[in-house]
């Protein structure tokens, strides 16, 4: 490398004394060749290995994510104090991951990335030490902690102390939980017990055909169950977003994957003490939505995807969906609305008629809960025929997931809007964000059908007896005159809103408006939650 000092010397050198050579002082010359070999991370082979897999390498990933030149290591040359198995004596600088703080979007962030090329990336107490010590500058710096995990797990060499390294971390996970975002980055295994720190983690990211995460490995399961699963099949990308929804977003690359992490952090504040952050729109607050006013005219048993009905209430039509793939009857995401960051929850129509179950339960009370960890108001649009029926949800325990959904909301402070599309029924009605559970502001559009149950299973109940008795022939049209009636009378939110239960049926077309300036109207809302107070949520 050029010596910059002494090319400097030498042209000045040039002008009136002999040329010189400038020897680098010995100590120089070490230092440099000790941080050289500490940025190469593993031996030229293991190096050579991860390209070959098509990964990237730990500070490559920090490149990818941070703004040029942000980075600031912290503990470049710590090494394991490990003596058995010769681990000290490889002196390994780093310990297997990289620490440290840099900027993303000009917002300061906690970045720690795991080094495949060394010991596996896995985790020994130094490697461990480095990041809660991280992670706790980050808490008193009030910015996110953001993990990119690429190891084998505990390291083995080192016993107890490994174990207690994660320890050390699945604390620090739970304790800032709700103080700064945390979020973790899978891009290659992630095995046995350090899946729980992403797990304790807000937002888990995994890339298609890298990542993997399992508490036991396919060879364990056959071993114990005899069933025969590969790496993907078990706990791959899709596995997780879809089946066991762990993983919120996936993608197709590595650097599709760092993208999508600005775009996240971009919605989100840096801490628990801010609020989230603002931006021009030169979207009209009044936009009209026509949309609205076409589902009013539509079959109310015809489905549709929610999505459509966000991106036209949008700022700029932009949505970023949560957890896309999991329980895709229930929606959650952000948006902004009039410049401002909200988090949406919606019913989803297209997928089991938007009907809530168990992992819709699960997905929205999380949702909420961040949300409310983070002053980030929440918009709500229903649109719910009820629970969804079967002997493997009452099973599943759908009543105690169900009651997540209800004290998450409850519990809430944030601004809550509710805006009520079309069906709101039975328990469901309740628990999406009703005014008697919470809601500060709620409205409905002309479309909506508030009521304790559906036309066609009130009838049933109501009028069993004259069903029954009536002559074969006439039970159908009978059903059908029944049916109307009860839809007259109560299949519309004009029961509800003389109650005070909806506090506005508004124009349809005008709805984005509505919602901006309600948001507007409770901005101010401040509701702190009762001083020493531990609720118990139901797990
Ligand atoms: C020490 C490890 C290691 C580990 C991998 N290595 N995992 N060293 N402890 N946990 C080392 C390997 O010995 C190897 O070293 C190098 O990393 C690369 O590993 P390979 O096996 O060659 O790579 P690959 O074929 O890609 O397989 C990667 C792997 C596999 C799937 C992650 O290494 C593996 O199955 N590792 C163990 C995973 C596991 O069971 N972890 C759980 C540990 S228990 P050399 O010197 O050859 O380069 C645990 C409990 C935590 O984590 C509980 C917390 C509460």
């Known amino acids: 490398m050029e010596d910059p000092i002494a090319g400097a010397a030498q042209q000045a050198g040039k002008k009136s004394h002999p040329k010189k050579v400038r020897v680098v002082p010995e100590s120089l010359r070490k230092f440099r060749e000790i941080r050289e070999a500490a940025e190469a991370g593993g031996p030229p082979d293991k190096v050579e290995a991860q390209k070959k897999r098509g990964k990237l390498t730990a500070r490559e990933r ?73 992670m706790d500058m980050a808490a008193d710096a ?12 505990a390291r083995i060499q080192e016993g107890v102390d490994s174990l207690d390294g994660y320890g050390e971390i699945f604390y620090r996970n739970t304790k800032y939980s709700g103080v700064v975002p945390q979020i973790s980055i899978i891009v290659g295994p992630c ?4 899946v729980y720190s992403p797990a304790l983690t807000d937002f888990v990211f995994m890339v298609q055909g890298l990542s993997n995460m399992f508490v036991t490995g396919p060879e364990v399961v056959k071993a114990a169950t005899g069933e025969s699963v590969d790496f993907e099949t078990l706990g791959g990308a899709m596995t997780h977003a879809s089946k066991s929804g762990v993983c919120h977003f996936t993608a197709n690359s590595e650097q599709d994957c760092f993208r999508q992490v600005k775009e996240l952090l971009s ?3 840096a801490s628990r003490h801010e609020a989230p952050p603002t931006s021009e729109t030169k979207d009209s607050d009044t936009r009209r939505i026509s949309l609205l006013e076409k589902l009013c005219e539509m079959d109310p048993r015809k489905p549709y995807r929610v999505h459509h009905i966000i991106w036209w209430l949008a700022d700029d039509h932009k949505f970023l969906e949560v957890h896309h ?3 895709k009857n229930i929606v959650v995401g952000f948006v902004r609305l009039g410049g401002k960051v909200v988090g949406v929850i ?26 409310n960890a983070f002053n980030i108001p929440i918009l709500t649009l229903v649109d719910v025929p009820g629970y969804w029926p079967g002997v493997a949800q009452e099973h599943g325990g759908i009543i105690r997931h169900g009651a997540k959904l209800l004290y998450a909301y409850a519990e809430a402070t944030v601004p809550k809007v509710t805006l009520v599309l079309r069906k709101a029924y039975g328990g469901a009605y309740i628990a999406m964000s009703s005014k008697m559970m919470g809601g500060d502001i709620n409205f409905s559009l002309p479309s909506a059908e508030i009521a304790v149950m559906g036309p066609r299973g009130a009838i049933e109940i109501l009028y069993s007896r004259q069903i029954k008795e009536a002559k074969d022939e006439e039970k159908e049209a009978m059903r059908a005159k029944l049916a109307k009636e009860y839809s007259d009378k109560f299949a519309s939110p004009y029961q509800t809103a003389s109650t ?19 948001f507007r109207l409770l901005a101010e809302k401040r509701r702190p ?6 609720g118990n949520i139901p797990l």
């Open 325 to 327: 793939n999991y329980a």
């Open 62 to 134: 920090i490149a990818y994510l941070v703004d040029e030149g942000t980075f600031q290591e912290l503990g470049l040359l710590m090494e394991s104090r490990c003596t058995d198995f010769g681990i000290r004596d490889k002196h390994i600088k780093g310990d297997g991951v990289v620490t440290g703080f840099g900027r993303i979007g000009g917002r300061l962030a906690a970045i720690f990335s795991e080094d495949f090329t060394q010991l596996g990336g896995s985790l020994g107490r130094t490697h461990a030490g480095k990041i809660a010590k991280l």
């Open 346 to 371: 919606a019913n989803n129509p297209a997928h089991m008629a938007g009907a809530l179950d168990i992992n819709a339960s699960d997905k929205a009370a999380r949702f909420i809960r961040f949300m």
């Open 500 to 518: 005070g239960s909806i506090d506005e049926v508004i124009e349809p077309a005008q709805a984005r408006a509505r919602l901006i300036s309600a």
């Open 267 to 269: 919605f989100l504040p």
């Open 142 to 153: 009030r910015c996110p902690v953001i993990g990119i995990l690429d190891s084998g797990g």
């Open 191 to 194: 095995a046995g017990g350090a």
């Open 529 to 534: 939650g009762e001083a020493g107070r531990s």
